[in-house]
């Protein structure tokens, strides 16, 4: 089995850590429009390099990706990301934090075309980002 090669100063990610807000029974997703109009959906997330914190960097991330102050929590859901591609497979942990707050008003970031209030089990059946992928296959954390 051969070595990987990783360019000097290179950032490995750590993990992918994602902010779950969820509002009776449903969750918040951001909609991603690709240059065909077809809508992916993914859970507000940020992938983290190595040396730093999950936890920090999708407290910061949270307010950015969707306009709502929110209160960051304990981890609910964990998972398995692909960080790399198809044909290289790099996979870190996913970790899904518990996220609350006062106001539900989403104001995506512009990258994003808007906005879902989905179940989990509804969720699965969309079309999911890559950002996404992993929640076909997480697990409650425990």
């Not at 065909?36 to 940020?46: D, K, L, S």
Request: some cysteine; hydrophobic content about 40%; charged content about 30%.
């Amino acid at each position: 089995m051969g070595r990987r090669r990783v360019q000097t100063g290179t950032r490995l990610p750590k993990a992918l850590a994602c902010g779950m807000l969820e509002d009776g029974g449903r969750v918040l997703f951001l909609v991603r429009r690709d240059d065909n109009a077809v809508e992916w959906i993914e859970m507000p997330c940020v992938i983290v390099p190595s040396g730093r914190s999950p936890f920090a960097d999708i407290k910061e991330a949270f307010p950015r990706l969707t306009g709502i102050d929110g209160q960051v929590h304990e981890i609910v859901l964990e998972g398995r990301y692909n960080a790399g591609s198809r044909k290289r497979r790099f996979m870190v942990p996913c970790l899904v934090f518990k996220v609350t707050a006062k106001s539900m008003r989403a104001k995506p970031a512009p990258e994003f075309s808007g906005f879902r209030w989905l179940s989990l089990e509804d969720a699965k059946d969309q079309k999911l980002g890559k950002n996404a992928a992993w929640l076909r296959s997480g697990k409650p954390a425990v």
